[in-house]
Nanobody
Framework: QVQLVESGGGLVQAGGSLRLSCRVS????????MGWFRRAPGKEREFIAG????????NYADSVKGRFTISRDNAENTVSLQMNSLKPEDTAIYYC????????????????WGQGTQVTVSS
């Protein structure tokens, strides 16, 4: 079994920054592609960013491209999401997820999920 634990959420003013982290335990971290998703109130869970197993490929939703950066440290079993220039519409619960093989944007294909961390951006 794989366990994912997110941290780093909080309250920030518009234009500010936050860095989310997700620590993975239970299996070999480098075997998993990782993704970040978010769910805003009243909306469905949406893909934000993903990174391949080795870190050589990344993918971003258009809504965050140029503002968010995903990275991973396979030695530390962590994946991070640096969020800059935050906007009120970024307010959501953010989740990290692990996929056994490939980088994908489809939440239904991910195998393991964290419990989520709240990000609130005030105007």
């Amino acid at each position: 079994q794989v366990q994912l634990v997110e941290s780093g959420g909080g309250l920030v003013q518009a234009g500010g920054s936050l860095r989310l982290s997700c620590r993975v335990s239970g299996r070999t971290f480098s075997l998993y592609a990782m993704g970040w998703f978010r769910r805003a109130p009243g909306k469905e869970r949406e893909f934000i960013a993903g990174i391949s197993r080795g870190g050589g490929s990344t993918n971003y939703a258009d809504s965050v491209k140029g503002r968010f950066t995903i990275s991973r440290d396979n030695a530390e079993n962590t994946v991070s999401l640096q969020m800059n220039s935050l906007k009120p519409e970024d307010t959501a619960i953010y989740y990290c997820a692990a996929h056994r093989l490939v980088l994908t944007t489809a939440p239904g294909l991910y195998d393991f999920w964290g419990q989520g961390t709240q990000v609130t951006v005030s105007s």
